[in-house]
């Protein structure tokens, strides 16, 4: 079964205007951390935001948010004020269980969503 | 400035010709893996390791090797390429406990003919 599921392959966005990207996700263990990063036309992976499953609040950086909702299982990330800039691909990562385990720092990806900003 | 480097940045070889693609990091950390890229696929894990002298699979790791004989590199080896690892590879480390920070590099661009 899928780990991280992204369901929108494209989306288009006006400028100026909010976008939330959808994030699924499937684990049966108890700690776990989710993460998005951006991959511009350029390649390299940016790190966007992190989300710890005991995190009370919803993680946010700048423009960035992250809608999470543990008992949906969905790590939906939320652009607002959307720039030309933001164009890329996002993906959504998850990593199981305690880093100190073997493999616990693993990151499992989504397939990922391409976004595009319009004028 | 902290960071991870890769070579080369882009490579177009043939079947059967061993190569290296090479990581390094500055930032002291203990973690270190790689990971390659294929549309529709997102990225899967190769290879990782957890210290120096201390590696193990990850979700692709056939037709890969790996070794960590210092902490700040950790080289990928094809020892002999074939078309289906045609890829984007990357390389990240990460600090051991705080493993939420995970560091890309540039990625590596591999082409096989």
């Known amino acids: 079964a899928q780990k991280i599921t992204q369901t929108q392959p494209g989306m288009f966005v006006q400028e100026k205007e909010a976008v939330t990207l959808d994030c699924t996700y499937d684990?049966?263990?108890?700690?776990?951390?989710l993460f998005w990063y951006k991959q511009p036309s350029s390649g390299e992976m940016i790190f966007l935001i992190y989300?710890?499953?005991?995190?009370?609040q919803n993680a946010t950086e700048g423009r960035y948010s992250l809608n999470f909702q543990k008992a949906r299982k969905s790590a939906n990330l939320v652009i607002s004020a959307s720039q030309l800039g933001d164009s890329a691909m996002y993906f959504c990562?998850?990593?199981?269980?305690?880093?100190?385990?073997?493999?616990?720092?693993?990151?499992?990806f989504g397939t990922g969503t391409q976004l595009k900003v319009e004028l | 400035e902290a960071q991870v480097t890769q070579n080369p940045r882009y490579l177009i070889t043939v079947t059967g010709k061993k190569l290296t693609v090479t990581c390094s990091q500055n930032?002291?950390?203990?973690?270190m893996s790689w990971y390659r890229q294929d549309p529709g696929l997102g990225l899967r894990q190769i290879y990782y390791?957890?210290?120096?002298?201390?590696?193990d699979k990850g979700d692709v790791p056939e037709g890969y090797k790996v070794s960590r004989k210092e902490k700040r590199n950790f080289p990928l080896i094809l020892e002999s390429p074939s078309p289906n690892q045609t890829s984007l590879y990357f390389c990240?480390?990460?600090?051991?406990?705080?493993?939420?920070?995970?560091?890309f590099g540039p990625g590596t661009r591999l082409t096989v003919t």
């Open positions: 684990t049966s263990d108890p700690s776990y951390g």
């Open positions: 930032m002291n950390h203990e973690y």
């Open positions: 990562a998850m990593r199981e269980g305690l880093v100190l385990t073997g493999g616990g720092n693993k990151l499992t």
């Open positions: 989300q710890g499953s005991y995190d009370q």
């Open positions: 390791s957890m210290n120096v002298e201390v590696t």
């Open positions: 990240a480390s990460s600090p051991i406990p705080k493993g939420y920070e995970q560091y």
